[in-house]
T-cell receptor
Framework: LAKTTQPISMDSYEGQEVNITCSHNNIATNDYITWYQQFPSQGPRFIIQGYKTKVTNEVASLFIPADRKSSTLSLPRVSLSDTAVYYCLVEGYSTLTFGKGTMLLVSP | DARVTQTPRHKVTEMGQEVTMRCQPILGHNTVFWYRQTMMQGLELLAYFRNRAPLDDSGMPKDRFSAEMPDATLATLKIQPSEPRDSAVYFC????????????FGPGTRLTVT
C-alpha cells in the first residue's frame, strides 16, 4: 500500500500562495493522487485530482513530478476561509490511503 | 443539490450496546465508503462497496464491526458490542465508481461510547 506523508501544519497570510507537498514513495502505476479539504465538523471535500504532470482547476493546481513519488497542492492567494485541514489521498481501483492531513492556518 | 446523508448525527451510548449508523448515498452512485476519524489516527478507511458488493473491509475490526448494503440507497455500519475506543466520527462517502473517482462525504456520525 502506498503510504503518504504530509507536513502536520503550515502557516500563511492572506494573499499568499501556499504549497503543500505530499510524499508517496510506493505509489502504484494505476494510482491517482487526490486532495481533499476538511473544515471542522464537516466531511472532507474534493479539491483536485491528478495522475501526472500538472492539473489546474478554479481553486487549485496540482503538480506531480515524473517519478510520481510526491505531489504538491498549490493554493493561489489564500484567504482566511482557506484555513482547514488538507488531505492527500493515493487512490487506485482497490486501494485507498489517506495522509494524516496538513492543518493550514491563514492569518490576516 | 445531491448530498450524502447520515443518521444519526450524534450518538452517545454505553459500552456493550449495539450501535447502528446509516448512510444514504447520492442517487446513482455505486461506490460507498465508510471511514472513521479520530485525532490520533486521522481518517481510516473501514470498508467500501461497489455495486453493493464489499470490495475491501480489511480496515474494519471483524469481531465487532459489520458493514452492509441492503439496497442501493442504504448502507449500514454496525458495532456490537461497542467499546469506548470506538468513540470517533464515522463518515460515509459515495462515488460514481469509475476507478479513482471523486468521493462525496456525508456530515458524519459522532459516536461517543461511555
Amino acid at each position: 500500500l502506498a503510504k503518504t506523508t504530509q507536513p502536520i501544519s503550515m502557516d500563511s497570510y492572506e494573499g499568499q500562495e501556499v504549497n503543500i507537498t505530499c510524499s508517496h514513495n510506493n505509489i502504484a502505476t494505476n494510482d491517482y493522487i487526490t486532495w481533499y479539504q476538511q473544515f471542522p465538523s464537516q466531511g472532507p471535500r474534493f479539491i483536485i485530482q491528478g495522475y501526472k504532470t500538472k492539473v489546474t482547476n478554479e481553486v487549485a493546481s496540482l503538480f506531480i513530478p515524473a517519478d510520481r513519488k510526491s505531489s504538491t497542492l498549490s493554493l493561489p492567494r489564500v484567504s482566511l476561509s482557506d484555513t482547514a485541514v488538507y488531505y492527500c489521498l493515493v487512490e487506485g481501483y482497490s486501494t485507498l490511503t489517506f495522509g494524516k492531513g496538513t492543518m493550514l492556518l491563514v492569518s490576516p | 443539490d445531491a448530498r450524502v446523508t447520515q443518521t444519526p448525527r450524534h450518538k452517545v451510548t454505553e459500552m456493550g450496546q449495539e450501535v447502528t449508523m446509516r448512510c444514504q448515498p447520492i442517487l446513482g452512485h455505486n461506490t460507498v465508503f465508510w471511514y472513521r476519524q479520530t485525532m490520533m489516527q486521522g481518517l481510516e478507511l473501514l470498508a467500501y462497496f461497489r455495486n453493493r458488493a464489499p470490495l475491501d473491509d480489511s480496515g474494519m475490526p471483524k469481531d465487532r464491526f459489520s458493514a452492509e448494503m441492503p439496497d442501493a440507497t442504504l448502507a449500514t455500519l454496525k458495532i456490537q458490542p461497542s467499546e469506548p475506543r470506538d468513540s470517533a466520527v464515522y463518515f460515509c462517502a459515495s462515488g460514481l465508481g469509475a476507478g479513482a473517482d471523486e468521493q462525496y462525504f456525508g456530515p458524519g456520525t459522532r459516536l461517543t461510547v461511555t
